[in-house]
């Protein structure tokens, strides 16, 4: 699954960047004023028998060409079924997972940062077994401390970035980790514009 996610991911980002050829970007170091973006990435996936959706809304405020402080969810719902080539039982399990966090983006250089991002998430899984007819549901809640580094344009008129992070709580139920030995690479490409907010009339 994860190797999925990180497709997905690489190609969301291939397509930003053909987007931003078309388009004229400005440089961190152009940046006027400290605008406040809405934005995010999107994941999408699936194969024989899986379905993967995900969204990661981000509010991002510039406070200047180095820094930039947001907000962000995660929002990440998967579904696997299969039949076992030994007991010819269909399983069917369902994941759900909901985080939030703050993050900081440092940008030593013009196109490229480094990002430190707390977070907590909850992970909700349902599991069926149609042929037994026996079902079960757990659920689990971790902390994650993600960090890492990224490649990306940032102006006045909005932004695209692609991003690899680890997790270095290394918590045995975050989401990052699951199911693994150790924690996974998080591959993250996202984009997002700038919100106007109408100026305040003086009197």
């Known amino acids: 699954m994860h190797h999925k996610i990180s497709f997905l991911t690489i190609f969301i980002f291939i397509c930003l960047?053909?987007?931003?050829?078309?388009?004229?970007?400005?440089?961190?170091?152009?940046?006027?004023?400290?605008?406040?973006?809405?934005?995010g990435g999107v994941v999408l996936g699936g194969g024989a028998g899986s379905f993967q959706l995900g969204l990661n809304p981000e509010l991002v405020k510039s406070y200047n060409e180095h820094i930039d402080i947001g907000a962000a969810m995660n929002l990440y719902y998967s579904s696997y079924h299969n039949t076992s080539l030994i007991t010819n039982d269909s399983y069917k399990s369902t994941n759900t997972q909901f985080g939030l966090g703050a993050f900081?983006?440092?940008?030593?250089?013009?196109?490229?940062?480094?990002?430190?991002?707390?977070?907590?998430?909850?992970?909700?899984t349902n599991a069926k077994n149609f042929s037994q007819g026996t079902s079960g549901s757990s659920s689990v809640s971790a902390p994650s401390f993600l960090a890492g580094i990224g490649y990306g344009h940032r102006s006045e008129n909005g932004f695209s970035y692609f991003s690899v992070m680890f997790?270095?709580?290394?918590?045995?139920?975050?989401?990052?980790?699951m199911g693994q030995l150790t924690a996974q690479p998080i591959f993250r490409a996202g984009f997002g514009f700038p919100i106007h907010f109408p100026n305040s009339k003086r009197p």
């Open 167 to 177: 997790d270095l709580v290394n918590d045995p139920k975050s989401p990052y980790r």
């Open 17 to 39: 960047l053909g987007i931003s050829q078309t388009t004229t970007v400005n440089t961190n170091t152009n940046l006027t004023s400290s605008p406040t973006y809405f934005g």
């Open 104 to 124: 900081v983006r440092a940008w030593p250089l013009e196109q490229f940062f480094v990002q430190v991002q707390p977070e907590y998430n909850w992970t909700f």
